[in-house]
């Protein structure tokens, strides 16, 4: 079956540091991407955003690398901040599933100071 | 622009009950979907409105249904309530019924079933 999967559960980097948080998916008709932050108490919010004829996009102090070839898809975010410390979801999309996103688990992002 | 907003925030039903969650959909929004989100789970999808119709649907019993409404809000309805039931509740609007657009998703209702 299609799934979303995340390598690591939790992740702790120090401030200042870059975060790099994996995602693996096994749905290869799987074409456009997404990656959002939740916070305790709150819904996922949007960060960015890739279509699969893309293998990378940037954002602010973000940037997501697609591999199509190994499915793999990661979130790159520079100088992590406390403000950062959330968990991280990313969810695939396909043209066979309509309007439904699939979801990993999510990894916990913890920022030490 | 106004985002997506949900009520209530928390609730509390019994197990056999019926509930009835609501959502408005951000400011110029015509797509709405619902997922349920488990303790320590990601979301998962329960289903899509466009056009005041259903779109989509996930693997949730019928006993989960929903409707849509001309100005593009949402509500969820969950008969006979099971203990299992218990969970984050999210609704997520977007444009034109277009699924490579990114869901705005709202902060969600937190609904127990004892």
């Known amino acids: 079956g299609e799934s979303v999967g995340l390598h690591l559960p939790t992740l702790s980097v120090q401030e200042g540091d870059n975060s790099i948080i994996n995602c693996a998916y096994s749905?290869?008709?799987?074409?456009?991407f997404i990656w959002y932050k939740q916070e305790s108490g709150k819904g996922p919010q949007f960060i960015i955003d890739?279509?699969?004829?893309?293998d990378k996009r940037q954002g602010q102090r973000v940037t997501v690398l697609l591999n199509k070839t190994v499915k793999h898809l990661s979130l790159q975010i520079a100088a992590t901040q406390p403000g950062d410390s959330a968990v991280y979801f990313c969810?695939?999309?396909?043209?066979?599933?309509?309007?439904?996103?699939?979801f990993g688990q999510g990894t916990e992002l913890s920022v030490k100071p | 622009e106004t985002g997506v907003t949900q009520s209530p925030t928390h609730l509390i039903k019994t197990r056999g009950q019926q509930v009835t969650l609501r959502c408005s959909s951000q400011?110029?929004?015509?797509?709405v979907s619902w997922y349920q989100q488990a303790l320590g789970q990601g979301p998962q999808f329960i289903f899509q409105?466009?056009?005041?119709?259903?779109?989509g649907r996930g693997n949730f019993p019928p006993r989960f249904s929903g409707l849509q409404f001309p100005n593009y809000s949402s509500e969820l309805n969950v008969n006979a309530l099971e203990l299992d039931d218990s969970a984050l509740y999210l609704c997520?609007?977007?444009?034109?019924?277009?699924?490579?657009?990114?869901?705005?998703f709202g902060n969600g209702t937190r609904l127990t079933v004892t």
């Open positions: 997520a609007s977007s444009t034109q019924g277009n699924r490579n657009s990114p869901l705005h």
């Open positions: 749905n290869s008709a799987s074409d456009y």
């Open positions: 890739i279509r699969s004829n893309m």
């Open positions: 969810a695939e999309n396909s043209n066979n599933q309509g309007g439904k996103l699939i």
């Open positions: 400011s110029g929004h015509n797509t």
């Open positions: 409105y466009y056009r005041e119709e259903e779109n």
